[in-house]
């Protein structure tokens, strides 16, 4: 029984020595523990925002997407009205018309002006020879 007793009082002290231990090594595990809950509250608190933030990025962008959209929306209908290669050649050949017509006009212009002068010229002396008659 004596035999039994000491190893009884062997394994106690063995038992005391390891929760003492325990006790001691757990120290600084608690701390530890403590150290990861408050950096696990600041990651937790950092996605938080993160995510707010990327939300509210994702919300400009779609907004300035939308602008974008608009403008080209409207300078799509601004190029669609503008004449195209036919209209200027159609455009072109009317100023040519228009150039000839002008050209046209001009000549009976001119010689309206000359009509005009000769019949001037011919009052003029008509009206010196009537003052030198009388």
Do not use: C, Y
């Not at 390891?18 to 701390?31: D, I, S």
């Not at 939300?55 to 959209?69: G, M, N, T």
């Not at 403008?71 to 050649?89: C, E, G, M, S």
């Not at 010689?111 to 020879?129: C, P, T, V």
Request: no cysteine; proline share 1%; hydrophobic share 45%.
């Amino acid at each position: 029984m004596e035999f039994l007793k000491d190893w009884l009082g062997l394994g106690v002290s063995l038992l005391a020595f390891g929760t003492a231990a325990w006790g001691v090594l757990q120290g600084p595990a608690r701390k530890n523990e403590k150290a990861l809950e408050d950096f696990k509250a600041g990651m937790t608190a950092a996605l938080e925002t993160f995510k707010t933030a990327t939300a509210d990025q994702i919300k400009a962008l779609d907004d300035r997407l939308d602008s974008a959209e608009t403008r080209i929306t409207q300078l799509d209908t601004v190029i669609d009205n503008l004449p195209d290669k036919d209209a200027f050649h159609q455009l072109d050949k009317g100023l040519t018309e228009v150039r000839g017509k002008i050209d046209t006009i001009s000549v009976v212009v001119d010689s309206a002006d000359e009509a005009l002068k000769r019949i001037e010229g011919f009052l003029i002396n008509a009206a010196q020879s009537a003052s030198r008659g009388h």
